[in-house]
């Protein structure tokens, strides 16, 4: 039997989103812009939220560390992604790749069951409000959030060990702007049955049961809202909904359509776009979606920004 030429590769090309020279200058304004504005506006509300000691609440607790979380996420591609257009290349290391994939994994992860948590919360406040602080104790929420960071953390370390058995032909080619799981399983020559399973049925439930959680949440919200009597009750009740179910439907669309959906309705396109929706437009959007129609935040970040100009004052005098 003729033995088989395979290798492991010692880095791969990440094509970004353009190979046109003339749209690289473009590409790095938009996506520094984009990435300065949405690690900027996550810091804000961590910062605001750990500032102000009335925001010490579960609802607050979650979108502080979602934001933690974006701000991660945003920080795993994007710089590497403007290094490589300033420094006109465009190699990833092998490990640097693995390394990628694996935070892309856990925080895509966290993103997912924080959702999941929020809704959670929103359905205890709203349908349960008097049980609210026996149900959302601090205990309890520590649990939620811990119970979450190993769940992500090991979903992601099996995706990477199934992706560092596997070997790799002549083409090390990648046609994103980072190292993801499909187009670099349609770079190996081994055989990736396993890691498209794990990736469907593993991946699938730890999508799907939180997607399930929080579609049951709003059911049961929307039934107590409507029983609400007065109009303004319930415009107050949906308006501190409609926010996260906006960030809800950008995310689970673009994650679907990428990861769950067929392997021959792929597209590079396609795949590239919900990519950069779901890894930099959503993080950069959620400080706005969350906080801006937020009268708390707004206060608090109000707050923040008087207390750093009166240090910034005493600093001068």
Known sequence: MEEENYTSASEFILLGLSTQPERQDLIFGLFLVMYLVGAAGNLLIILAIGSDSHLHTPMYFFLSNLSLVDFCFISSTVPKMLVNIQMQTQSISYCGCLTQIYFCILLA????????????????????????????????????????????????????????????????????????????LQLSCSNTQLNQLMILLVGGLIVLIPFLAIL??????????????????????????????????????????????????????????????????????????????????????????????????????
């Open 216 to 317: 049951v949440s709003y059911t049961h919200i929307v039934s107590a809202v409507l029983k609400v009597p007065s109009t303004q009750g319930k415009q107050k009740a949906f308006s501190t909904c409609g926010s996260h179910l906006a960030v809800v439907t950008l995310f689970y669309g673009t994650i679907t359509g990428v990861y769950l959906s067929p392997s021959s309705s792929h597209s590079t396109g396609k795949d590239s776009l919900a990519s950069v929706i779901y890894m930099v437009v959503t993080p950069m959007l959620n400080p706005f979606i969350y906080c801006l129609r937020n009268k708390d935040m707004k206060g608090a970040t109000r707050k923040l920004g008087m207390v750093e100009l009166d240090r910034a004052l005493h600093r001068k005098s």
């Open 109 to 184: 992860n966290m993103d997912n069951f924080l959702l999941m948590a929020m809704a959670y919360d929103r359905y205890v406040a709203i349908c349960h409000p008097l049980h609210y602080s026996t149900m959302m104790s601090l205990q309890i929420c520590a649990l939620m959030l811990g119970s979450s960071w190993l769940i992500a953390n090991l979903h992601s370390l099996l995706h990477t060990v199934l992706m560092a058995r596997l070997e790799f032909c002549a083409s090390n080619v990648i046609p994103y702007f980072f190292c993801d799981l499909i187009p670099l």
